[in-house]
């Protein structure tokens, strides 16, 4: 359910997750310095960086955010040692108190929605032992297979109080190409928000909010609007704030009359910010002035 | 280029390719046994048997078929040695010359979609070295997010001779909740069609079916006629064959007039063989009888 991330936003009182996407070119050199000593140029070296690089991150903002959206594709595409850091950042992550939103817009029938769902939000059978291999507390899915791919996600959220955020409008450019498409009296989008509406489940959610979300773009502020007029108890995950051009007038929208109902992410914006100083070594100082400004310009709306 | 993939087929005149979706539940009891007595109940145990058991799968099958289709949720299921044990299946299968098409369904933009092509098509840079940590011969995505979310994937195959499928019409129940709505003149679906078909590079493709294909469910033969007299150079992928419930007529229609432009998946129809014969220790014989009464039931079409 999206309270526990409702409660974590408000003990805060900042509706923002910082987003984890550590390319090894954002990585500060002292860091990879020490991890190439070390390991050498190997995919070792790599896996090690990328995870320093994550933990200081979180030891410079677990106190002024929520949670934390790291996203798989950065870390599959260091091999096994990157889904290794991506273990670990997890891991780290929670230790500190923060809610995990693990960004893998998973999609599937059946059993293999079911295997995706035991991955990363519930349990594996081992041998008859249950093992939960990484323990996210919220994951992204893309619903265009429709409730089949999603009612295994939904089952494993009410037995482990997590949650799920469904692609609607997402933020890129070429997103109109599909979504914007009128099919009957709407787009393609809001019969996407309808289905994602369908699938939540309510019951037992205090706020209302369920477990079951939609990612919608902060570079599209009037779908926002559109959409929490629509659909007043949809939580919503609003990514492209920052690098990818979304202001802080822009997702004013995306929350409700008592200023719940959305978390805004920002990735690039806050871990890069060293590069836009050229200071690497300073690059926990740097990202926690992003932070700051960052809660500073959107925590009036929550 | 899908010409790899069609001179494969061609060779082992079968249009067949294997799934290998390794639930821990359809490993033989020998194999599991094994495993256990070496590793224990462990993570790597099960990582173990899955590999072995995949390994038993190609031994038993790789002079028959041109490809197997390694579904990434059953890895990721079982944690860091699940996708060991993928990457393994992965290069021996590419070891016994046969073609990996690995059913991943990423979707993302931008950099992001970069990222998952270079880790399962393409390389990554380590400090300065290109390593290729998969070096699958073809994936297949999700287009909901457009172009953006392709082009990656495509300058990747374009690159490395690789290959995409992108999700058109999906083989589960569910499916038309949202593929089969009308928009405009024609299904969502349709249009996703259309889609996938401007995304696709056909240049340098001696066949013409170019490095972009649909994945279009054996389960809904209608649809299937219906896009391969609209898109005669679509290559499809069609999964919903055998324990799904498509037969061999409703996959007719899926190949062009000369026999080609279709590679028809089985998973747990070959793989779980064993169990409906309730013999585990001779598991190689049922799944090569499997693959034989397919290749007999689909090759006539190619």
Redo the contacts between chains.
Sequence with gaps: MFDRLIKAINEKKNPAVMGL?P??EYVPQPI?DEC?AQYG???K??GEALFAFNKGLIDCAYDLIPAVKP?A??Y?????E???AL?RTIQYAKQAGLYVILDI?????????Q??A???LGQ??????K?S??GADCVTV????????IKPFVDTCLQTDGAIFS?VK??????????D????EKS?YL??AD?VDSWNVREGSASGYGCVGAVVGATYPEQLNQLRALYPKMFFLVPGYGAQGGKASDIMGAFDKDGNGAIINSSRGLMCAHMKQNDPSHFQKHTRDAVLAMKQEISPFC
């Design positions: 996407d390319l090894l990879v190439i140029k190997t995919p070296a790599a996203q594709a950065f599959e595409k260091y091999g096994i990157g889904m290794i273990d817009k998973r999609n599937d029938i059946g059993t293999t929605a295997a995706y035991d991955a990363y594996t059978d081992v041998f008859g032992e093992v291999f990484t893309n619903g265009y297979l429709g409730s089949d791919g692609l997402t933020s890129n450019k070429s997103s109109g190409e599909l979504q498409k009128i099919c009957g393609i019969h996407m289905l």
